[in-house]
């Protein structure tokens, strides 16, 4: 089975932090992806890579930056975190193995005070 | 421009009744559809999928219906149980551009015992 692996379920950081998430896949998948998700705004694409030091920016890709070093591996950074990112923060994955079909993590509760 | 959007935030039925969940789509060029289910707390799961050039597709227990015609996708559930109450999502994506999903908003399916 797929498996994607997000390092924090829970988290609270105060206004100003440097807040870093932290997803891996087990999949050898070429593409990652960071959604945040929102009551009544369902879930909304930040950024995503589809290779090592690869990336594009998604919808919302403000406040945010991300960091793919290695292909399993991808970080999404808050440079500066603000009461207004305080979200459920979920990682995906993609690849030729799984077609189109887009794995997620259990995802990341950040709170933001 | 592009959207995928439910028809009904709340869908409530009885435990062993069929569900029906339906998610419109605007964007004609979308070729790749994907139902995921979240439950509380916990990320989306891949539940089903459908390419452009199919108008049906089976799984266990769940049917995936596509009408391009009108650009609206269907989940039915058979035999609906109380596991299956959760959140639905839709997503789409496009034959070009980038790789990523866009999701509506989601349809909350409550099993009545």
């Known amino acids: 089975d797929v498996k994607v692996t997000q390092s924090s379920r829970y988290l609270v950081k105060r206004t100003g932090e440097k807040v870093f998430l932290e997803c891996v896949q087990d999949m050898d998948h070429e593409n990652m992806f960071w959604y945040r998700q929102d009551p009544g705004l369902g879930l909304r694409l930040i950024y995503f890579?589809?290779?090592?030091?690869?990336?594009e920016k998604g919808d919302i890709p403000e406040g945010y930056s991300v960091s793919r070093e290695k292909k399993e591996r991808f970080s999404l950074i808050l440079e500066s975190a603000s009461t207004n990112q305080t979200s459920m923060y979920l990682c995906a994955s993609s690849g030729p193995v799984s077609g189109n079909t887009i794995y997620f993590g259990e995802g990341s509760w950040l709170t933001v005070v | 421009g592009e959207s995928v959007g439910l028809h009904l935030p709340t869908l409530s039925v009885q435990e062993g009744d069929n569900s029906i969940i339906n998610c419109a789509y605007s964007?004609?060029?979308?070729?790749?559809f994907i139902w995921y289910k979240q439950e509380s707390g916990k990320g989306p799961q891949f539940i089903i999928d459908?390419?452009?050039?199919?108008d049906k597709r089976q799984g266990q227990r769940v049917t995936v219906l596509l009408n391009k015609t009108v650009k609206h996708l269907s989940l039915q559930i058979a035999a609906t149980q109380p596991g299956d109450s959760a959140v639905y999502f839709c997503?789409?994506?496009?034959?070009?551009?980038?790789?990523?999903?866009?999701f509506g908003s989601g349809t909350r399916l409550q099993v009545q015992p």
């Open positions: 890579s589809y290779d090592v030091k690869m990336k």
């Open positions: 997503a789409e994506k496009l034959h070009t551009g980038r790789r990523a999903l866009t």
């Open positions: 964007n004609s060029a979308s070729d790749y």
């Open positions: 459908i390419r452009s050039n199919m």
